[in-house]
Structures are given as C-alpha cells and as structure tokens.
C-alpha cells in the first residue's frame, strides 16, 4: 500500500522502485550501435531542414511561370513576385525554425492547413503540397520531441 496521499503515478516514477545503489546505464555504449543510433537520430534533425529546403526550391519553380505570358518587365517582375510570396512564407519558417524546431512544425502545419482551404476553393492547386507540408511539421515536432535524445548521442558520440 502506499503512503497516504501519494498516488500510484507518483509511485511509478519515484524512487520507491530504483533499487538502492542503481546505477543509470549509459544509453549509447560504444561500437556500431553507437555510431547508428548517432547517425539516426542526426537523420531525424537534418530531415526536415533538407526537406523544407526542397519544397521551397520546387515551389519557386512553379513561379517562373510567369516569364511565357508575355507581359511588360514591370509586370512581369510584380507577377513574379506574387508568385514567390510562398517561397517567402516557406524561407520564413524555414529560419525561424532551424533552431527551434517546435516553431517549425506549428508553422508548417498552419501553412499546410491555410493551403488545403485555398485548394479546395481552386482547382488547378497541387494538392500534394499540403500533404508534404503536414508531414514537414510531423518532422520538425519530432525533431524537437527528440532533442534530448539528439544531444546526448552527440555529447556520447564526441566523448
């Protein structure tokens, strides 16, 4: 039974059940396993950088549309950049996000939800772009949920 006042959760995560004298084992060893488990872990922290970086590169793409409409410079040039104002918004996130990944995965998926309302009122929209943008912020949210993770492989790796 335990003490008055002290719930089963507190019980659980207490020191009521870490034997006397335990020692906390080192989560990376050394070896392979060590190396592997490094390696994944800065593959989920550099994923969704890359990522987003690519999914800028190619939404700019969609921009240069604009050159085969035969348009005056001025006109040209204020069409381009509308056409980069999602370029703009990815470059954003991406540099508010590349330390805090937390900020990147809230904005990726506020611009994937903010995406998907403007393509179910237009037809010729990419409807994949809002899928990669969900999936970025899954990404960045896990990066950030694993950083304790990411740093303590780094401090083991380099030690």
Not at 23 to 52: H, N
Not at 96 to 121: C, D, E, N, T
Request: proline share 6%; charged share 10%; aromatic share 16%.
């Amino acid at each position: 039974m335990p003490p008055e006042g002290v719930s089963l959760i507190t019980i659980i995560y207490s020191s009521y059940l870490i034997p006397p004298g335990y020692k906390k084992q080192p989560v990376f060893k050394s070896g392979i396993m060590k190396t592997l488990e490094y390696a994944l872990l800065l593959f989920l922290l550099w994923l969704p950088r890359v990522v987003a970086i690519l999914l800028t590169i190619l939404v700019s793409l969609f921009a240069f549309d604009v050159f085969g409409t035969g348009a005056g410079f001025f006109k040209t040039l204020l069409a381009l950049l509308m056409h980069l104002i999602p370029s703009f918004l990815l470059i954003i996130a991406i540099v508010f996000s590349w330390k805090r990944p937390w900020i990147g995965g809230i904005i990726m998926i506020a611009l994937g939800i903010v995406y998907f309302l403007w393509a179910q009122q237009n037809e010729r929209a990419a409807p994949f772009l809002y899928y990669i943008l969900f999936v970025l912020g899954a990404l960045f949210l896990a990066s950030w949920f694993l950083r304790r993770q990411i740093n303590e492989a780094r401090e083991a790796y380099n030690n």
